[in-house]
């Protein structure tokens, strides 16, 4: 069976850094394309970060460029994203995505990242 | 504000046919695939069409996509109760180096 499994989310203020985590089972999850997607809650999907199967190709929305990290470990099957100076507008829902936009994507159930004082 | 423009409502009785447009430029939508996706509440998104038109196996027939030009199309045909969702289109786009998703449709069964 397939999972992904986010965990790392909650409550941060703004200026701090909080990390999340992706947990992949069920697939061969090197061999998958690993995104981040995130919501506002009760707003619309914006895509967030996406790294490949080797982790040397790696690309950000313009919105996290220079503030967040998304790595990879194949060995322990697991997705990070590394979030500095985290500001209000970077609260919602985060999810983990493999192989997003392929006839064959799985989604986690997402994180929820809240950012306020 | 979106790069892709979508009517942030449709609606339709069951058994009718709904479409929703995605409006994009040339730099997304009339250079790379367009994908959307169906999002129940409380759920992550399901991916419904990919590379413009094709269907992932499982959804229905009754889901179709296309496009021409800068601008793509979804339909929902027969129209039934439990595809009450957001729908949302997205494609890659090379000026911003990323992808972009549509501000969402909401659909309502009436």
């Known amino acids: 069976e397939v999972q992904v499994v986010e965990s790392g989310g909650g409550l941060v203020q703004p200026g701090g850094s909080l990390r999340l985590s992706c947990a992949a089972s069920?697939?061969?999850?090197?061999?998958?394309?690993m995104h981040w997607v995130r919501q506002v809650p009760g707003k619309g999907l914006v895509w967030v970060s996406r790294?490949?199967?080797?982790?040397?190709?790696?690309t950000y929305a313009d919105s996290v460029k220079g503030r967040f990290t998304i790595s990879r470990d194949n060995a322990k099957n697991t997705l990070y994203l590394q979030m500095h100076s985290l500001r209000a507008e970077d609260t919602a829902v985060y999810y983990c995505?493999?192989?997003?936009?392929?006839?064959?994507?799985?989604w986690g159930q997402g994180t929820l990242v809240t950012v306020s004082s | 504000q979106s790069v892709l423009t979508q009517p942030p409502s449709a609606s339709g009785t069951p058994g009718q046919r709904v479409t929703i447009s995605c409006s994009g430029g040339?730099?997304?939508?009339?250079?790379?695939?367009v994908y959307w996706y169906q999002q129940l509440p409380g759920t992550a998104p399901k991916l419904l069409i990919f590379?413009?038109?094709r269907r992932p196996s499982g959804v229905p027939d009754r889901f179709s996509g296309s496009k021409s030009g800068t601008s793509a199309s979804l339909a929902i045909s027969g129209l039934r109760s439990d595809d009450e969702a957001d729908y949302y289109c997205?494609?890659?786009?090379?000026?911003?180096?990323?992808?972009?998703f549509g501000s969402g449709t909401t659909v309502t069964v009436l």
């Open positions: 995505v493999a192989d997003a936009f392929g006839p064959n994507d799985y």
């Open positions: 069920g697939f061969t999850f090197s061999s998958y394309w």
């Open positions: 790294i490949n199967r080797d982790g040397s190709t790696i």
């Open positions: 040339s730099s997304n939508v009339g250079r790379d695939n």
């Open positions: 590379n413009d038109n």
């Open positions: 997205v494609a890659w786009d090379d000026t911003l180096s990323g992808y972009v």
